[in-house]
């Protein structure tokens, strides 16, 4: 079952490759959608994927690139919007 799954992270995640490292996971996951940092330092990953493989992301995010120190990840569903690849969102 396909699934989406908007996810914050936060804490040191700007500056320490975190959006690389996670079009890395979503790539080997088979994961679709996209990743950004936000406004306030941090970032946004949206996950459209197989419902296991979403959940493995999710934990992955708890640690992210190896020079991240996540403060906090928060999870909400969104809704699947049919993502054909990942893409890092850059402004």
Same mark, same amino acid.
């Given at each position: 079952?396909?699934?989406?799954?908007?996810?914050s992270?936060t804490g040191?995640?700007?500056g320490?490759?975190?959006r690389?490292?996670?079009?890395e996971q979503?790539?080997?996951?088979g994961?679709?959608?996209?990743v950004k940092?936000?406004p306030?330092?941090?970032?946004?990953?949206?996950a459209?994927? +197989? +419902?296991?493989?979403?959940?493995?992301?999710?934990t992955?995010?708890y640690?992210?690139?190896?020079?991240? +120190?996540v403060?906090?990840?928060v999870?909400?569903e969104?809704?699947?919007?049919g993502?054909?690849?990942?893409?890092?969102?850059?402004?």
């Amino acid at each position: 079952m396909i699934i989406n799954r908007m996810i914050s992270i936060t804490g040191k995640v700007q500056g320490v490759f975190y959006r690389g490292s996670a079009r890395e996971q979503c790539e080997r996951l088979g994961i679709h959608g996209e990743v950004k940092n936000m406004p306030d330092g941090s970032v946004l990953l949206i996950a459209e994927g +197989e +419902e296991e493989a979403v959940h493995t992301l999710i934990t992955w995010c708890y640690y992210g690139s190896p020079r991240a +120190e996540v403060k906090e990840v928060v999870v909400k569903e969104g809704i699947v919007k049919g993502y054909k690849d990942f893409k890092v969102i850059r402004f």
